[in-house]
């Protein structure tokens, strides 16, 4: 709620405040920073396989979230603005990959997929409550209000992560790796792994960051500020809906189930730049569907073509390499702006790139299985 809550109105608040087109792209550069700290965190946990490490990067990680956007509504000028979301981004990479290796461990008994698409839905039901709660506020009492209010969800959060401590703090997981898979080198993983890194990345580079979109939404003035929120709502509820569906059909179908996102990516900016008003909403479905595979099966992926020590650094290195690509293609994006065509090309060319890498990937899987 709280995160999901603040990014459903970030670029339009930022045009509140009289931000430049670049501030909602440094928003996806927070993205970047955020996921080095995934590779610094992830490579702490790799080389010290302790439980108290994975918890306490989660629990602290949390705390970071919870305290940061909230703040947003006191902030001064812009530049606070984009720092605290920047802050906000930090915490989520430092919980991530400890999070991720926790979430695979406790998911080895109903399938890693379904495991990771459980954990989506209840994600996207407080991503989906966040942008509605948002929303009213905003329309009541304006930004400040919508803001300060995120702080009850974020504390609730805080408290439910330091609860799951408590009852699991041993992790299997910790106690697996040998010598030599403690040794966080990174020639030691996969080509299949790399070339997952390689497709996802294309995918990231042309998958329109929501500041991005709701910028751009601002501007061209076809819908209103609290519209763009209640979009994204929307987004949220479809990535909620078929989290659970998607991560069953990656346990029955494997990574084969990659290469239908892609396609989506310029379907949700033909939308955003050519949609009347009327059909708008429906930029919510690919835009969802995307968020999905990207929070459900991207990180199923990773349990599925890694060993359990190497996971932590896995995610981090994962997320550095995606992260870096999403923040370059915001801004490519922002400087596209004004030329919606020239957007929906770049689009389509970095999804039928990574649609190629995806069924690479998917034949050399199946030819070792045989």
């Not at 997929?113 to 407080?126: S, V, W």
């Not at 497709?199 to 939404?217: E, K, V």
């Not at 990773?302 to 020590?309: C, G, T, Y």
């Not at 915001?330 to 890498?357: F, K, Q």
């Amino acid at each position: 709620m709280v995160y999901e809550g603040g990014r459903s109105v970030s670029g339009a608040y930022l045009a509140e405040v009289g931000a430049p087109a670049v501030a909602a792209a440094l928003v996806g550069v927070g993205e970047f920073l955020g996921l080095v700290f995934r590779l610094l965190s992830g490579y702490v946990a790799t080389v010290f396989q302790s439980s108290a490490a994975l918890w306490s990067s989660t629990f602290l990680g949390y705390l970071l979230t919870s305290v940061s956007i909230p703040a947003i509504a006191i902030a001064p000028t812009w530049y606070g603005v984009v720092a605290l979301y920047m802050v906000d981004r930090l915490g989520k990479g430092l919980r991530a990959p400890a999070r991720d290796v926790i979430l695979a461990e406790v998911s080895e008994g109903i399938g890693v997929g379904k495991g990771f698409g459980i954990h989506e839905l209840l994600d996207q039901m407080g991503a989906f409550a966040g942008p509605v709660m948002v929303s009213v506020l905003l329309a009541l009492y304006g930004y400040r209000a919508a803001y300060l209010t995120l702080l009850v969800p974020g504390a609730v959060a805080v408290l439910l992560v330091a609860a799951a401590w408590r009852l699991y703090p041993n992790l299997r997981s910790t106690s697996r790796g040998t010598t030599s898979s403690r040794t966080p080198v990174f020639r030691g993983y996969s080509r299949p792994f790399w070339l997952y890194v390689a497709a996802s990345s294309a995918l990231a580079l042309g998958f329109m960051h929501w500041s991005i979109a709701s910028y751009y939404l601002k501007i061209r003035g076809a819908v209103g500020d609290v519209e763009i929120g209640l979009i994204y709502a929307v987004a949220m509820l479809i990535d909620a809906l078929i989290a659970v569906p998607l991560g069953a059909l990656f346990d029955r179908v494997g990574l084969r189930t990659l290469l239908l996102v892609p396609a989506l990516a310029p379907v949700f900016v033909v939308l955003v730049a050519y949609a009347p008003r009327e059909l708008l909403y429906l930029s919510a479905v690919p835009w969802g569907i995307v968020m999905c595979s990207e929070e459900s099966m991207m990180r199923a992926s990773i349990a599925v073509l890694v060993e359990p020590p190497r996971r932590p650094l896995a995610y981090g290195v994962f997320g550095l390499v995606f992260g870096l690509a999403w923040a370059i293609g915001g801004y490519i994006y922002a400087l596209l702006l004004a030329e919606p065509l020239y957007m929906l090309l770049y689009a389509v060319a970095t999804s039928a790139t990574s649609i190629y890498l995806y069924a690479d990937l998917a034949n050399t899987q199946r030819s070792k299985v045989r």
